[in-house]
């Protein structure tokens, strides 16, 4: 071992001695300190790379390096910027030239028709792989990558005859389009083009969509802030958990929201999917409306005692003091979108997100979980407004039995918030805890039961 650390000082001093001696026997005029440093610089690289072993094969290990980082331009890199927003705007263009328009997707079902499989079942259209394969050579190099094997498979299901359903198989085509489409949409408003959008950038979007959606023509223009407001909050709550100010497109285009936003296109919408729709104009009135209520003293926002007529007025006091102190208030107050993260939170409670919000409050000594002193806090509000109804306090204990005995926590003495989640009744438990309502409505869970199968 010594030898060798020995061997590389030898070979080290070498190139030092070759170096000096280089630069003192070369003759000529006399150079600045600057250019005696480039030089040495120069023959110290040099020099160097031959210790390493040899220029040359660094450098084609080098050149054979593919560039992974591109430099985003700055601020004040003004042309830099035109010309990455132009290239991209080019790029999506042509993208968008790929898909199959209406006429392509007229021809290509024309086509499925024309080489449908017999028998039929009932009135089911069906194609085999042989007719199938020949459909995608006749329908055009768009639509070559949906006539694979591993599509046909997909879409195979339990037909005598291996075959699949004409109908699946366009669905399919026109989901993927759709998609496709949607994803080109999103990405004209990705300002920075890395695959997310900001919160600026999908109000851009959602403003610009309502005119499209028949379902919002009734909207005052003077409302569209709010409805706007109203419908990116919920983008930003569910799929924004970490609170960073962004939302990948991929995650946008997985989701369900999108498609509940694009249903509003739909003229013909029926009364109760508009009411179950977030992001219809009487779910964002209503919304809206609420919060007009709430703030009594006209001021565009809401003080804890103004919000503690929310719902059924039976939040309790610690659990609405945790809010407060727990979210984003202006001197005390909460404005409309902290409000609508708190309607999201109480409105989904089965929902991870909002399981998770309500986690926080919950754990009043931040550590992660919740214990039997957690749940004490809260339940003793429980039990103090049961005093102030006329209403036989419960046992705290009893109760903290039944929580601990509904999620089954891997800790026996303290409850996640993944042991919530994964308990299915994350919902029931923190009703129990902040909303006098939501427990007696579990205490008296089989007498209601009883009462709606009369």
């Not at 650390?5 to 000529?28: D, F, H, T, V, Y």
Request: overall charge negative; aromatic content about 14%; hydrophobic content about 35%.
């Amino acid at each position: 071992m010594r030898g060798g650390w020995s061997g590389r000082w030898i070979r080290g001093m070498e190139w030092r001695q070759a170096l000096k001696g280089r630069l003192a026997a070369r003759p000529g005029t006399k150079k600045s300190e600057q250019e005696l440093k480039d030089e040495e610089m120069e023959l110290f690289t040099k020099y160097y790379m031959e210790w390493k072993g040899g220029r040359k094969s660094f450098n084609i290990s080098y050149l054979n390096i593919p560039r992974f980082y591109y430099r985003l331009p700055a601020e004040d890199e003004i042309l830099l910027q035109k010309l990455r927003e132009e290239s991209r705007a080019v790029f999506l263009q042509r993208k968008s030239r790929e898909l199959l328009d209406n006429e392509e997707l007229q021809n290509l079902w024309f086509l499925l028709d024309k080489h449908q499989t017999l028998p039929m079942i009932g009135e089911e259209a069906m194609i085999n792989y042989e007719n199938f394969l020949k459909v995608g050579e006749k329908a055009g190099p768009k639509c070559k990558q949906f006539f694979t094997a591993k599509v046909f498979a997909k879409l195979l299901h339990n037909d005598p005859y291996g075959r699949i359903s004409i109908m699946q198989f366009f669905n399919y085509v026109m989901r993927k389009v759709w998609l496709h489409q949607t994803r080109i949409g999103l990405s004209l408003y990705d300002v920075a083009g890395q695959g997310y959008l900001r919160e600026s950038d999908l109000e851009n979007y959602i403003l610009e969509l309502i005119p499209t959606l028949p379902q919002l023509d009734g909207l005052e223009k003077s409302f569209y802030s709010f409805y706007v407001c109203t419908a990116v909050r919920k983008f930003f709550f569910f799929l924004d958990p970490l609170r960073t100010g962004k939302i990948k497109i991929q995650d946008i285009l997985a989701c369900s929201f999108l498609d509940d936003l694009l249903e509003l296109r739909d003229e013909e919408l029926s009364k109760e999917s508009q009411e179950t729709n977030w992001f219809s104009a009487p779910s964002a009135l209503r919304v809206y409306g609420q919060y007009l209520n709430l703030d009594k003293d006209h001021n565009g926002m809401l003080s804890k005692e103004e919000l503690s007529r929310y719902g059924t007025g039976t939040l309790t006091n610690i659990f609405l003091d945790r809010v407060f102190q727990e979210c984003l208030t202006y001197d005390g107050e909460m404005d409309y979108k902290t409000y609508l993260d708190f309607v999201l939170a109480l409105e989904n409670r089965k929902e991870p997100a909002a399981l998770q919000y309500i986690f926080k409050l919950l754990d009043i000594e931040n550590k992660g979980y919740l214990n039997v002193f957690s749940l004490n806090y809260f339940f003793r509000a429980i039990q103090e407004q049961m005093k102030i109804h006329g209403q036989e306090p419960v046992s705290f204990q009893d109760v903290k039995d039944e929580i601990f005995d509904m999620v089954k926590p891997k800790d026996p003495y303290k409850i996640s918030l993944q042991d919530l989640i994964n308990s299915s009744q994350g919902d029931t438990v923190t009703s129990i805890l902040i909303d006098l309502n939501g427990f007696w409505t579990y205490e008296n869970r089989e007498v209601l039961v009883a009462k709606d199968s009369w």
